[in-house]
């Protein structure tokens, strides 16, 4: 008899996020923490450790500076927390552009070390090859086309993308050849929704938009910003709460009665059993 408990749950995998094009809308959000993790699991499809958690949690100006222990680090935590999303994780700048090689050892690290079900990298002229390299050695991938955060210092920030007809061919060129290097699925980002609709109907994979419309075949927003934790969200985003404000609010709540000494009360203080 095994020593191992089966798990009750199964975890969602690559095939199941594949098999999802053209079908129900596949749901993702971003998790850093266990605790998170655990909160969004039965909502989501598919979790991803996105190397945003530099800016959202470490508060760094941009991505570039996120290292692979973090995303192992925080991978970790989101694979404690969550059962059935299937976890991805960000390889972050410099883990994978350098060598095919590299990128696998990176590749394998992190799913060894984390248990996660997959990697993302963002694409560019030289990726589709590596993803080729990583699916084909077993590790799945999810691609990333569009606008894209690692390469923030080349464009000067976090600007749209495809607005005039050559860089919408090359973006619609990217998405195809990362799809037909074995990505599972693409994230196009911040494009305008007639490209998003064309590199969907384009490719096999399913695309996950963010800022790219309904047209694709799922939906990701990074979770602080959904929930308002933030002052400023970008326009793709819509907040589904304000817990910034909530947070304010209890904290202000809490300083007023330790101030005035009515916390802690009876019920949160331990006395010493009667003789």
């Known amino acids: 008899m095994s020593a191992h408990r089966e798990e009750t749950v199964r975890r969602l995998a690559a095939p199941d996020i594949a098999s999802r094009k053209g079908g129900v809308p596949v749901v993702c959000l971003t998790a850093y923490t266990a605790p998170v993790a655990a909160a969004l699991d039965e909502a989501c499809d598919l979790l991803l450790v996105g190397d945003s958690v530099g800016m959202v949690v470490h508060g760094l100006p941009n991505t570039v500076g996120v290292t692979l222990e973090m995303m192992i680090l925080h991978g970790q935590a989101v694979m404690r927390g969550s059962k059935r999303a299937m976890v991805v994780i960000d390889m972050p700048f410099g883990s994978y552009e350098g060598s095919q090689e590299e990128a696998y050892a990176n590749a394998v690290r992190i799913m060894k070390e984390t248990g996660a079900q997959a990697v993302k990298v963002e694409s560019g002229p030289t990726v589709p090859d590596t993803i080729r390299y990583l699916t084909q050695r077993g590790v799945p991938v999810m691609g990333h086309v569009g606008l894209r955060p690692q390469a923030v210092l080349v464009d000067g920030g976090f600007k749209a993308k495809g607005k005039d007809a050559a860089e919408r061919e090359r973006i619609l060129e990217e998405a195809k050849a990362t799809a037909d290097a074995g990505a599972f699925a693409v994230v196009v980002e911040g494009v305008a929704e007639s490209l998003a609709r064309e590199i969907t109907a384009a490719i ?72």
């Open 204 to 275: 096999d994979a399913p695309t996950i938009g963010i800022g790219a419309s309904a047209g694709c075949d799922g939906q990701i927003l990074v979770t602080d910003d959904m929930l308002g934790l933030f002052d400023w969200t970008p326009k793709f985003v819509r907040r589904y709460a304000d817990l910034k404000g909530e947070i304010t609010r209890a904290a202000a709540d809490y300083a007023r009665d330790v101030k005035d000494r009515s916390f802690p009360g009876e019920a949160e203080t331990y006395y010493a059993k009667k003789a």
